[in-house]
């Protein structure tokens, strides 16, 4: 019997990008396999998230290269973006705070920041079966009643999470999903992506930081940007090492590994 060959989730070919003069990224390649769990890392003004924006078609590689998603280099970019779903630290200032989690959850559905129904239909029994168990997953069903402006940060973006599955995406970008956590927060959040990782069907997750000990053992492949430019990319336990990092950051630094993790030490 003949071979199925496997379609790439995201496939990115020498992709430079310009604005105002600059050069923001500078011949990036990359490649997502269906499922892989990927953490791109990198300074402030690295590109990490002019990368995602490329990726997801909304910025066209004015400079050059080549984007396919699933196998495909032109798609229709409005259904594109329902694929890939897109989780901030910034998305949930835009969420209407008097939305029940709910109806946040299921707005994903739509493309919209704020469920409204009309002509273009309405949420389903299924829709709000499937809100509620991508709520289960990250632990936070009991908040289905609850506003989303009474929230905690943490909560907020587990419930963004749970929105983001509605449309089925085949990856997730989540872009600095704890920038303004504190310590707590953080942990509790993490650790729930780390048990989300786990799940079977789970798409594939892309998480953007500069924050080494962000990176959980679920993120088996590193990117490494630098200026635009990829450092390095592989498998995780071979790109958290002191020689790659001390390039990456400039610094001298000593790394503790403690649970999977990497925890580094300015010295």
């Known amino acids: 019997m003949a071979s199925v060959k496997r379609v790439r989730a995201l496939e990115i070919r020498n992709v430079s990008y310009s604005a105002d003069g600059k050069r923001i990224l500078d011949s990036v390649s990359w490649a997502v396999e269906g499922g892989e769990h990927w953490a791109i890392l990198g300074p402030n003004g690295s590109g990490k998230t002019t990368l995602l924006k490329v990726a997801a078609g909304y910025l ?41 989690v709910m109806r946040t959850v299921m707005s994903g559905k ?13 949420p389903t029994g299924k829709d709000y079966a499937h809100a509620e168990a991508y709520l289960e997953q990250m632990g936070c069903c009991y908040l289905k009643h609850q506003e989303f402006g009474t929230l905690s940060q943490g909560e907020q973006q587990k419930v963004l999470i749970a929105r983001a599955r509605m449309t089925r995406p085949y990856v997730i970008f989540l872009d600095e999903p704890c920038a303004g956590m504190d310590p707590g927060a953080r942990e509790n959040f993490l650790s729930t992506l780390q048990k989300l990782g786990r799940q079977p069907k789970v798409p594939a997750l892309v998480y953007v930081t500069h924050h080494i000990e962000e990176i959980l053992p679920l993120f088996t492949r590193t990117l490494i940007l630098k200026e635009g430019r990829v450092l390095r990319q592989g498998k995780t336990s071979d790109l958290l090492k002191l020689d790659v990092l001390e390039k990456l950051y400039d610094v001298s630094l000593s790394i503790i590994k403690r649970k999977g993790r990497y925890w580094p030490i300015v010295t």
Do not use: C, M
């Open 60 to 100: 066209w590689p004015n400079q050059g290269g080549k984007v396919y998603r699933k196998g495909k280099a032109l798609v229709n970019l409005p259904e594109l973006r329902k694929s890939i779903g897109w989780v901030t630290s910034t998305l949930a200032a835009q969420i209407p705070p008097r939305e029940d």
């Open 110 to 122: 739509f493309a919209q920041v704020g469920l409204v129904e009309g002509p273009w239909g309405k």
